[in-house]
């Protein structure tokens, strides 16, 4: 059938008819492979996207890190190229796998696990202990929301849980330790003579012509940042209150209308001794023990002396466990509940369980709610009629300016009009950010989105905390261009001075390696003739660091020696060494302390780790289809 109808299209009659099939495929078959990969992407993985904007922010952070931990001897140069930026996407993509495969597992970040390790931050604690308000500070200070800093953690903890996982599962058995112990504390003779970088670097000219030639063979490498000045208009309901108030009449008639409310709180003062569930003892253990504590005190022991001697808890411990006043939703749940259940003071609780172990609460006083007078509650009351009124303010401009964005999202001049906002600029900023509210990463891709960068409209409205937005339209565009070159000149040249030594210098080396031959007997004869002086190393270790890290690495991936030494060429530092190889010695796992041992099960276990990670990065590669646009990069 399929034959005789091949055969009867033919002709005029074929030309018309796949004439009218390829109309379909050129509207709708051309349209869906450019919408393949959005405007906005550099890559696409599977049904997500990591956007340019996403990347050049995660990719200036990476440099700027980069900056700080190397500090002059971070090369702008070298960080920019090409093939690292492709190695940070690669990593951004590795990085999404994990977390789509993560998903698909069902695994997810509770509440509960967030919590916790903001909590467990350093960086968000007073004393030991999370503080609320530091928190806040702290994210404000880099431009970050709460909301906006959790999704990220949560994001990090979900691309963690399966190299997590795969950690725990790991098993190294006694006689891989001993191979790695065996490696590890290897050591290796050898006799060197070193090949002056320096010597060679002073006969080296680098002319101008040539430091052009080189300027223009690799000008993406001299781009400077791309970046943009915005004008914004920012709407802060704490800048709405001002000048808002009440007199004392309308003051006191609130205070009246809701006297009960202007009460303190039933406080309590409380002890306890806290028993933790860690790596000395476990949950049962620990429960055990609180049971037994309660116990002892019930038969009339003294509450202080086993405070000190059993609490975990170092800040009231040596105390008696005397946690002072105590008021509602100062601590966790179950810790409040327990306390406001006992029913007189020195009523002592059963154990109660908390995330932090398990307490024995002793009810030490009680101390009663007591009304506020109208002048200790009138701060409160005004506080909270300006909180109301901004709020309610702040509602009514922010859906204004909405619609005012809707009807003219060209301008930014009708919301300056009709709501009296001040149009504000920023100081010229790039895709890793600036100062004030170019710090907001929110803002920074906003302000780099195809939207406002491209099409040059005014952005959606940006929340930057609580009752707190902006909206923001380009005000200048400042493209990546070429340095001039007379910025450049003096790190190309240094460059070409850099290479052209060491080339020069490693092909002495190698003439010098040759004279010597392969076992290395003409050693001490050549570096004699050649004004060189030897040096031996009787002992070297793998971590010998203070001969340099690229050579003490390359030293060590050279084979053993067999009957005799082997000649090498090897970097030391900026030199060139020429490296007789004369013996292994290697180490010895039966005179490795448990401390060590234990050190190299762990750094098997995470490179057990590692394998696996890698295997499954590799699995997710291959069945998951990942494009990439390169000119995006």
Same mark, same amino acid.
């Given at each position: ?6 055969? =009867? ?6 030309? *018309? ?31 997500? @996207? ?8 995660? *990719? ?46 069902? #695994? ?25 308000? #530091? ?42 330790? /001993? ?22 670097? @002073? ?19 001299? &781009? ?5 000045? !915005?004008?914004?208009?920012? #709407? ?92 509602? @939703? @100062? ?42 007078? $109208? ?10 009629? +300006? ?7 702040? !509602?009514?401009? %922010?859906?204004?300016? !909405? ?19 001040? !149009? ?26 195809? &939207? ?25 565009? *400042? ?17 070409? +001075? ?8 490693? %092909? ?36 010998? *660091?203070?001969?340099?890290? /690229?050579?003490?690495?390359?030293? $060590? ?37 448990? &401390? ?28 998951? =289809? ?8």
């Amino acid at each position: 059938m399929l034959q005789s109808i091949r055969d =009867r299209v033919t002709g005029v009659v074929a030309i *018309f008819v796949l004439g009218l099939l390829a109309v379909p495929f050129l509207f709708f078959g051309v349209e869906s492979y450019i919408r393949a990969v959005p405007q906005d992407a550099v890559a696409v993985v599977g049904d997500d @996207e990591i956007s340019v904007s996403e990347f050049q922010t995660s *990719f200036a952070r990476y440099r700027a890190n980069l900056r700080q931990q190397q500090g002059d001897a971070y090369d702008e140069i070298a960080t920019n190229q090409p093939v690292v930026r492709r190695e940070h996407l690669e990593d951004l993509i590795d990085q999404l796998l994990l977390r789509q495969h993560a998903e698909s597992l069902g #695994l997810a970040v509770t509440e509960g696990t967030l919590s916790r390790v903001i909590r467990e931050i350093p960086s968000f604690q007073v004393e030991g202990q999370f503080d609320a308000e #530091l928190y806040r500070q702290i994210l404000r200070g880099t431009g970050r929301t709460p909301r906006g800093f959790e999704q990220e953690l949560r994001e990090d903890l979900l691309v963690n849980a399966i190299p997590s996982s795969l950690a725990a599962s790991a098993i190294v058995t006694e006689a891989e330790i /001993d191979r790695f112990i065996a490696l590890q504390q290897e050591q290796r003779k050898v006799s060197l003579v070193e090949v002056s970088y320096d010597g060679f670097a @002073e006969q080296v000219e680098v002319t101008e012509a040539e430091i052009e030639t080189y300027y223009q063979d690799n000008i993406d490498n001299f &781009m400077t940042s791309e970046q943009v000045r !915005i004008a914004y208009v920012e #709407l802060n309901a704490s800048e709405l209150g001002e000048g808002l108030s009440l007199d004392d009449e309308e003051l006191r008639r609130r205070y009246e209308a809701a006297r009960q409310r202007y009460l303190t709180p039933e406080a309590r003062r409380a002890s306890h001794v806290l028993i933790e569930v860690g790596a000395e003892r476990d949950q049962q253990e620990a429960r055990m023990l609180a049971a037994e504590i309660q116990q002892r005190l019930l038969d009339g022991e003294d509450f202080a002396a086993l405070a000190e001697e059993f609490s975990d808890d170092p800040g009231s411990r040596s105390e008696g466990g005397d946690l002072g006043w105590i008021q509602p @939703e @100062e601590m966790v749940a179950p810790f409040e509940d327990a306390l406001y259940g006992l029913d007189a003071p020195g009523a002592i609780s059963e154990p109660v369980e908390t995330r932090f172990g398990y307490h024995i609460i002793r009810l030490e006083e009680i101390r009663p709610p007591e009304g506020m007078s $109208f002048e200790e509650a009138r701060e409160e009351i005004l506080a909270e009629y +300006i909180e109301r009124e901004t709020e309610s303010m702040y !509602i009514e401009i %922010s859906e204004r300016l !909405i619609d005012l964005v809707f009807e003219d999202d060209t301008t930014l001049e009708p919301l300056s009009r009709d709501l009296g906002l001040d !149009i504000r600029t920023t100081e010229p900023f790039g895709r890793s950010g600036g100062a004030g509210i170019a710090a907001n990463r929110h803002v920074v891709e906003a302000a780099f989105s195809d &939207m406002v960068l491209l099409d040059g409209t005014v952005s959606d409205p940006i929340e930057l905390d609580r009752n707190h937005m902006v909206v923001l339209k380009i005000d200048e565009h *400042f493209p990546a261009e070429p340095r001039p070159l007379a910025a450049v000149s003096e790190a190309i040249r240094q460059l070409l +001075i850099r290479q052209r030594a060491s080339d020069q210098a490693r %092909s002495r080396a190698q003439e010098l390696a040759q004279a010597m031959g392969p076992a290395g007997d003409e050693l001490d004869r050549v570096a004699e003739e050649a004004e060189l002086e030897v040096e031996s190393l009787d002992r070297v270790a793998r971590y010998d *660091f203070q001969h340099g890290g /690229d050579f003490v690495n390359a030293l $060590f991936r050279l084979p053993a020696p067999g009957d005799q030494p082997s000649i090498h060429v090897l970097p030391k530092g900026r030199n060139i060494a020429v490296v007789r190889l004369e013996g292994v010695i290697p180490g010895n796992p039966a005179a490795a302390s448990e &401390m060590e041992r234990m050190s190299a099960r762990q750094q098997l276990r995470f490179s057990q780790m590692g394998y696996e990670v890698a295997g499954l990065i590799e699995y997710l590669r291959e069945n998951t =289809r990942v494009r990439v646009v390169e000119e995006r990069l």
